[in-house]
């Protein structure tokens, strides 16, 4: 990383070298080290380290170098100065592990702050706040920031750099913990220069990165063009399953649903249970208080699912739920579309080693949060598509282009799979008659 810091330049020991985050001063030290090996004098460097017992193990490891600086403060609050170089490992912080303070306030403060932001965006930002022109930055992050929605404020301002490299490590680089590392070389200044893009398995290729969207299909060798057919454009709807946000209250077995309230329970399955002869016999029912056009039923029309619903332990576990804030207490965690659901339709689970995709004729399950489905236009699309997205073809594309999980698994994301190509025979639909396609729906049912 030192090195595509510098390449064959030396810096000058008037210019600045940062590095958020230093920890105990392993960059720091890397780079004394790799300046040493070259008879070159380094620059001046500043470390900024939050946490005081690393920040005085630093400050200790370089004590007597009047050119090295460590300053205990918080990066993300720190004074916005200008460095000549940019290096560093930025902590991986999940929304989850922030309070609600800090995540309004880091709202307020960074654009990438957006959805479910991780702080290693926000230490994007924040440093290039701070290169200054013709300056260079190095970081190694999770590569996740290449493609999920959350990270789009990211990738619109790093398409204003130029974009040296993206250089993807073997994912044992941190040992057990799982992150897909990427290393990023970054110098300031827009550029029509290409991309290097250096692959796990060596192979190197080049790609234009111009654009806020997912930057793997760009990674591709093929450059990511596709002017033909979409999944988007012949499904009506691509979504993960529902989220109630209290399975253990909602979902019953099969022969346990009170026989008052059956006619609200609607068979459902999880990603674990998928496979063809499950589908045919679900095990379990999904309690939905919705009507058959998504909308949540007024309490008093609950009837015997209220009352269900209503035991108090049921009730204290559903009121626990975050969504109470904002919803009465016996809604879902998110919106139920019953009339888009209950529908033939493909499923798929949300996280695995390789996708495929089952059909559910009958259009009668509500698949659960670990379950993508598909619902095409036209219901005679159905089989071509599960025989497409069975294919090797699409296997390869989804590979390529979903984001990965432990394991060298793979997780499907809808706005990935509407992007996913299809062949020319696919031919989206001109006109479309809603009435026409729901009562086909209702009839499979």
Known sequence: MVAKLFGQTPPHPSSSLLDPGCGEGVFIEGVLRYCDARGWRPPRIVGVELDPIRAETSARRFAGLDFVEIRH????????EEYDYIIGNPPYVSIGQLSLEERGEYRGAFVTARGRFDLYLLFFEQALRMLRARGRLVFITPEKFLYVETARALRDLLSKYHIEELHFLDEATFGELVTYPLVTTVRAGASTERTTVRARNGSLRSASLHTANSWLPLLDDDGGEHVGVRLADVA?????????????????????????IAALAHPTISGRELSDSMIEKTRSRMLVPYDATGQLLPEHALSALGSYLGVPHRRARLEARTCNARKPWYAFHDSCALSEILRPKLLCKDITASPHFFVDWRGSIVPRHSVYYIVPTVPDHLVSLASYLNSREARVWMARNCQRAAGGFLRLQSQVLKRLPLPSEFVPPSHVDVEDLAGSAVSCA
């Open 73 to 80: 403060d918080d990066f993300l609050r720190s004074l916005v």
């Open 236 to 260: 009506r709807r691509v979504s993960c399953g529902v989220a109630t946000g209290a399975d253990s209250i909602f979902v019953v077995r099969s022969e346990e649903v009170p026989k008052d």
